[in-house]
């Protein structure tokens, strides 16, 4: 049925009707779907963590799950069901410096840490129990991410081999030696086999691979600042972080260009949705959250209400982004985007 709205457009079937033909004895629309609304900011909230852990690592399954690991404290998981409404410490997790945790789309999570026996932890029930697993090497790992399709790498910031990776949904792991004493601290990937890893000290800033992690290359960053953080859009767009700017690459990471400068900011994450709209957050300065609406082409900084130290930052689709920080009062940050 075709609807005349307020605005004297008509619409049929939830699309905007742009020409009518008339046919035998009925009217055939010609109608083109609704524009989606357009992002124009995110509103900013905090609050209190279930334990006043140091927070490093937060990440979400889409469906309404988000697990957040700490390196220090009790209870040094933390699980919200409910999209962040409540949190709950999850108990068996051992009392390890655990740094990043990430998910693939069928309930599986992993997350790593710098310090402790076995280095990895597992969850096949969305991040309910956790069971600890053999890694071949006790390193400092920072990082770890999955392509969804099994393969899983962590990068680390010391140690002989500062690349492992799994092809069997993290069961077992194969070290690789790449450029020496780089301190790799973040690693990430397109889900379409090119992987980025950044290092926040070294002569190799960014490294890059085409072909799901097994080989690696070189690639030059537009300084040598520190880079503690790197992200994907899935079609192109990458996005990596640390002292002092925000650096961009449009052609799957293959060449960089710094996109934002700030004086006295250590941004430490970024974070992105199918929106266009990326966040980034940052341990130290003076505004502690930039955000573009354009993909990273532009950024606005805006202050983070309490000056913590924002470590991790995470969106899901419906727009609700949810950051940790390692200090201060309410180490739990919430954004919801305004349209």
Not at 9 to 15: L, T
Not at 128 to 144: A, K, L, R
Not at 181 to 193: C, E, I, P
Request: proline share 3%; hydrophobic share 35%.
């Amino acid at each position: 049925m075709a609807i005349l709205r307020s605005d004297s457009r008509c619409y049929f079937n939830g699309k905007l009707i742009t020409k009518a033909y008339l046919g035998r004895n009925q009217i055939i629309p010609s109608y083109e779907p609704i524009p989606e609304p357009v992002v124009t900011g995110i509103e900013w909230s905090v609050e209190p963590s279930p334990e006043q852990n140091e927070w490093q690592s937060i990440a979400t399954d889409d469906n309404g799950v988000w697990v957040a690991v700490a390196s220090t404290g009790s209870g040094r998981a933390m699980r919200s069901a409910d999209n962040g409404l409540t949190w709950s410490a999850i108990s068996n997790v051992p009392s390890f410096g655990w740094y990043s945790i990430d998910n693939d789309s069928k309930g599986l999570w992993i997350s790593v840490c710098n310090s402790g026996i076995n280095r990895i932890m597992r969850s096949e029930d969305d991040g309910e129990s956790w069971n600890i697993s053999y890694v071949p090497t006790w390193n400092g790992w920072m990082s770890i991410a999955t392509d969804d399709n099994g393969v899983w790498i962590a990068v680390t910031s010391n140690g002989s081999f500062r690349i492992m990776r799994s092809t069997d949904n993290g069961l077992t792991w194969v070290t690789q030696n790449v450029y020496g004493n780089d301190s790799w601290f973040a690693v990430a990937t397109d889900k379409k086999n090119v992987w980025v890893a950044v290092s926040h000290i070294g002569e190799n800033r960014i490294i890059r691979s085409e072909d799901n992690g097994v080989s690696w290359t070189t690639q030059e960053a537009p300084s040598l600042n520190a880079l503690y953080n790197v992200k994907t859009n899935d079609n192109g767009v990458w996005i990596a972080v640390g002292a002092y700017e925000i650096i961009r690459s449009t052609d799957n990471g293959l060449t960089w260009s710094t996109t934002l400068q700030t004086e006295d900011n250590v941004w430490m994450s970024i974070s992105t949705n199918k929106k266009g709209v990326w966040v980034a957050l940052a341990s130290s300065g003076t505004n502690r959250i930039a955000v573009s609406l354009d993909n990273g082409e532009t950024w606005s900084l805006h202050s983070s209400i309490e000056n913590n130290s924002w470590t991790s930052i995470k969106s899901n689709s419906d727009g609700l982004w949810i950051g940790v920080s390692s200090d201060g009062t309410n180490r739990i940050l919430k954004g919801v985007e305004v349209y």
